[in-house]
DNA sequence: CTGAAAGCGCTAACAA
DNA sequence: TTGTTAGCGCTTTCAG
């Protein structure tokens, strides 16, 4: 294995050029570098992490918690984690897995042996047991997410409060009364895992503003919990004439269901969802759609983490502004009668 | 920041013991182990990362190297990527998440730098441009997928020439004797993935020995490209009644026209997918299928880099017998006339 | 602009 | 069963 030392030697300098050579904390002459630079592409060199992290007491790592829940959907935690991952490498950090399998314990395993200068945790719950251990492990951390206390975090999230506003608030201009949200699992909900949450109370309350009925039904995704919900949707409430689905598996489910029963989308129901661009745009029917800038947050993530681990940058949240898409799937309700 | 020093100091003993005490390489007695570890937990010790990577010149983690396509179907990627985070935590390792973004030159880097003991590289193509550095990186290593060449290197991956001919036999021991083959997106055979042209060339080989005439269609996924795909299948083939999908993106499309056009599933047609568990059983019609086993490769992945770490474990390549569970969506084919 | 040298915290011989 | 000690390879003062 090749040493810094042997580089030196091989260049003919002493062991701290060729180290600053590399980091660039200290200016070089321009034939130093040239020699030190050709020594290491010669020799193959290649810095050893784990002695530079002891010296320098950086690991250049950031560590990604990642829930190991079945009722996430998946390809918008990877697309935060691959985000998360490529955004890191650009600042020269790599980024260690984690998942939820080994609890709470992990953030202080991981902060405490400086395996990772600092953290970032996906899928925060509202009262989320990491928060505390987070707090006091004295790295800096970012959380996708939005817990109830926010004090002293740094979070990402689509404003998703605002997300349901922006449905309710398209659904009542285009004319439509009573309107139903298809939402995640019930689990989702009762884990208090906020964005569902919020997404449903904001919608609410715009809603009220602007006088249109609302009802809400947790969904587990597929086609036979998916007939349920329909059901009972349209039992309850036989003039609604708007859905808004906030559950990635109800979608083609929704779609296949409302054709069969002879609802034309958007003549006869509009359907708003919030859902990744790619999904709305593979569906069945081009979806009138929210997005979930799943690649946004995981890159922001990162940038807050890097002003932290500069010095710059105190606790505070950003929350994106949602952006509504039209497409084909909604338009004015049917003629009343 | 408290280290083995003091851990040491207070518990009265020398940074050795306490050092073998963590790591159980030589036995020490009863009270001498209780006092450190009443130390270790009194102080809040965390072992130092990168001081014992450098010692041990081990790091205890593993590189996994994911792809960044778009044209594969994330959710067993994500789900190897869980599986192999689990499993490495069960046996003291750690993982980083590497993109495919860095390129081939990501092995170098992490390799040379000591910065991960071994690696997993997902996704390998036939002739994969990481397996040249992967040889020569002098570190173990292992393939979630199959090469063209693969001396010298340990590979996992379902059996899907296996998995090809399995659903031929089933569609023939049915009595069908026309099917078709609805792939992945050209994207995927042009790159030369190996378990796309696999499983077609595993089916074809079994079919002629039954005497089952094959068609295959790569397809991108979604409504309209599968209507397309659709269209030329039973354009070209009108005696087409056995259907084999690899694509996931292709299911819930694929079901929903078969009913549009009032082919009935498993009456008129039958369908056999590959893909996993919890695809099939959420699709419309409960799907007869081989399943993508992604936990168990993820696990046998680490397990097999476990083997090579301690030194016992020489290459080979295990193919994981593909399994087909019958459901509803496959019969014998329509009588004929 | 460059060098010398003191650690960083831990492991693993080597001794006892 | 335990202690002593020499590094592991790099960063970063302190000197020059």
């Known amino acids: ?18 180290s600053y050579v590399l980091s660039g904390k200290r200016s070089i002459s321009a034939t130093t570098r040239d020699r030190v630079e050709r020594s290491i592409e010669e020799l193959g ?5 784990g002695a530079r992290a002891l ?20 390809p918008v935690m990877m697309e935060i984690a691959l985000a998360v991952a490529t955004t890191a490498r650009t600042h020269g950090y790599d980024v260690l897995l984690l998942t939820g399998e080994e609890g709470p314990a992990a953030v202080r395993r991981v902060a405490g042996s400086g395996l990772a200068d600092a953290m970032i945790l996906m899928d925060v719950e509202l009262l989320d047991a990491r928060l505390p251990l987070v707090r006091e492990a004295g790295r800096p951390a970012v959380l996708i997410g939005l817990p109830a206390d926010t004090t002293g975090l740094t979070c990402v999230d689509l404003d998703f409060a605002a997300t349901g506003a922006l ?14 949200v298809i939402g995640e699992a019930a689990a989702v909900y009762e884990r208090h895992t906020g964005f569902a949450e919020r997404t449903v109370e904001g919608l609410r309350r715009r809603a009220r503003e602007l006088g249109l009925r609302t009802l809400h039904r947790p969904c587990e995704g597929g086609y036979a919990s998916l007939a349920g919900t329909l059901a009972r949707i349209f039992g309850e409430r036989p003039g609604t004439t708007g859905l808004v689905v906030q559950n990635e598996h109800a979608i083609d ?16 129901v509009s359907v708003v969802a919030v859902c990744p661009e790619q999904v709305a745009l ?12 799943a690649q946004e947050m995981g890159r922001r993530a990162v940038e807050l983490v ?15 502004p949602p952006e509504l898409t039209v497409r084909a799937s909604s338009g004015p309700p049917p003629a009343r009668g």
């Open 306 to 320: 890097m002003e932290k681990l500069e010095g710059r940058g105190r606790p505070r949240s950003t929350l994106l």
């Open 1 to 18: 294995m090749v040493t810094l030392a042997e580089v030196a030697r091989h260049a003919g300098v002493s062991a701290s050029t060729v």
């Open 45 to 49: 060199y290649h810095p050893n992490a």
């Open 253 to 268: 489910p929704l779609l296949s269901l409302l054709r069969e029963q002879g609802r034309a989308v958007p003549e006869d």
């Open 167 to 180: 449905c309710a608030e398209h659904l009542a201009e285009l004319g439509h009364r009573e309107i139903a």
């Open 55 to 74: 010296a320098s007491s950086r690991s250049n790592i950031i560590a990604l918690m990642m829930p190991l829940r079945t009722d996430m959907y998946v």
């Open 282 to 293: 593979q569906a069945s029917v081009r979806l009138t759609s929210v997005a979930i800038p």
